[in-house]
């Protein structure tokens, strides 16, 4: 296997840095330690790099990298306001002007729902949705037969139903 | 979000609101790229870092022993007048006194120190201009030993340790009554100082009837506590400890004069001559009896130690006098 390269790592930056970030904002629902963790998990992973080890999927890899990390912070709210929403989005209040309303007040329910799953659920469906990721990467970076990750993604979806229909 | 719109697609429009500003990514992204330029520098064992903080840390360890335990060590020898004199009695020796957890060991340590205070008076009160101050802290320094000891004693007694009490007390009266006669004799023969001794020896006068009042209630607790099955061994170990002060008198005698070494072997046989009734008492199983003749065989030669140190130190013939 090709050594990762400086100029690959930083590549990888590019392309990742939005859905590791994303990864880690429905784990942790706290912007500012998303983004730490975030640059966390990059430094790590080329950290290890340096010693001379080798990483053959370097986008699980990372991916696992960060589930670690979060595993370590407290969630920090289970409940979410709009603004607190906001603040998670990243939303520029002047942006929010040109916006409907009525989207932000939906999407706020829905991140209060995801979040309120347990965390198994909560992390396929954030795996599988937020992050675009195929059910085989899934069952890589948890471990999981793709099987049981697709059985896993199938009840947090009926489980999300119910919540929002209740 | 319409309400005909699939979950899944819910989800992922979600997801879309969330995500790094530009300016945001830009930042992390040169926080990367100078994280990884710096580990490009040569790879640096994490030992260095013990070896660089570790030479430095080695290095202030050697210059504060050079500054402080060099000042320490120079303290706890300093004397009367010395600049670092009163480092040595307000914080090298009770922080050492403070450090041993001992109890025997402690009262050992403050005999110590009552006996340096003395021959410290001693040897300053010889000297020419003897500063207040100076002797000031002497004299207040030797009565918070003797208070101590006498603490000691007291707790010793009180928890049932005699045999402790009475060695202590019987200790502190050898060196305060060497002491005695070496101040008496300080003072016929330095009249300018005369009202400095004459405190110091009345204090220490004090301090032997106190000693000599608390012998009296520590041998009347004596005889409840001597009657255990190893009192041989104690014994032995009793004569064992004489034997070897002894010797160490002995020796000290080659240094005197002919008729310094004459009186000081006279004192000797003496002694001997206690221990030897100490022996027979234990022998017919008076163990009080045994017990106290050692003490006194004890205080003798701890007597006889302290007149050798002082004729040499300060020539003042103690060994010749009358008493």
């Known amino acids: 296997m090709d050594k990762i390269t400086e100029k690959a790592f930083i590549e990888a930056y590019d392309e990742l840095a939005d859905d590791i970030f994303r990864f880690c904002a429905f784990r942790i629902y706290d912007r500012e330690r998303a983004r730490d963790i975030m640059q966390d998990t990059f430094t790590r992973t080329w950290a290890y790099l340096q010693t001379g080890k080798e990483i053959d999927n370097l986008k699980a890899f990372l991916y696992k990298t960060a589930r670690n990390l979060c595993v370590n912070e407290a969630v920090r709210s289970k409940s979410f306001s709009l603004d607190e929403m906001n603040e998670v989005a990243g939303y520029d209040p002047e942006d929010l002007e040109s916006e409907v309303p009525s989207d932000h007040a939906e999407a706020a329910i829905l991140m209060k729902h995801v979040s309120e799953l347990d965390d198994a659920a909560k992390e396929v469906l954030t795996m599988r949705y937020m992050n675009g990721l195929a059910v085989n990467e899934i069952g890589k970076i948890l471990g999981l037969e793709p099987n049981t990750v697709s059985v896993r993604i199938h009840r947090a979806i009926e489980e999300l139903k119910k919540r929002m229909h209740a | ?288 009896s045994s017990f106290l003749l050692y003490a006194e065989a004890g205080q003798q030669l701890i007597e006889l130690e302290t007149f050798i140190e002082a004729d040499r130190n300060l020539g003042i013939g103690i060994l010749d006098s009358d008493e």
């Open chain 2, 1 to 288: 979000m319409n309400n005909n719109e699939p979950l899944e697609s819910k989800l992922k429009r979600l997801s879309e609101t969330v995500s790094l500003r530009a300016s945001e990514k830009n930042v992390h992204r040169e926080n990367l790229k100078a994280f990884m330029q710096k580990s490009r520098m040569p790879v640096r064992s994490p030992y260095m870092w013990f070896v660089g903080h570790g030479a430095r840390t080695v290095g202030a360890f050697a210059l504060f022993l050079i500054i402080s335990g060099g000042g320490v060590v120079s303290a706890e020898i300093s004397q009367p007048g010395d600049p670092l004199y009163l480092m040595k009695l307000k914080v090298t020796e009770p922080v050492r006194s403070a450090l041993i957890l001992d109890p025997e060991e402690k009262t050992a340590f403050t005999l110590e120190r009552t006996d340096r205070r003395l021959k410290e008076f001693a040897a300053y009160s010889t000297t020419e201009n003897p500063d207040a101050e100076t002797v000031s802290l002497i004299t207040t320094s030797l009565s918070e030993s003797i208070d101590s000891l006498s603490e000691d004693v007291a707790e010793y007694a009180m928890e049932g340790d005699a045999d402790l009490a009475l060695n202590a007390n019987s200790d502190l009266q050898s060196i305060l009554s060497a002491h005695s006669r070496i101040l008496n004799t300080l003072a016929q023969n330095n009249p300018e100082t005369l009202e400095d001794i004459t405190l110091v020896s009345r204090s220490v006068d004090t301090a032997i009837a106190d000693t000599e009042n608390a012998e009296d209630s520590i041998e009347n607790a004596l005889e409840s506590i001597l009657t255990s099955n190893d009192s041989d061994e104690q014994a032995r170990e009793t004569e064992e400890e004489l034997i070897d002060i002894r010797s160490q008198v002995t020796q000290a005698v080659s240094t005197l004069d002919e008729m310094d070494r004459q009186a000081i072997e006279e004192n000797l046989s003496e002694v001997q001559t206690v221990i030897t009734e100490a022996r027979e008492a234990h022998r017919e199983g008076d163990l009080e």
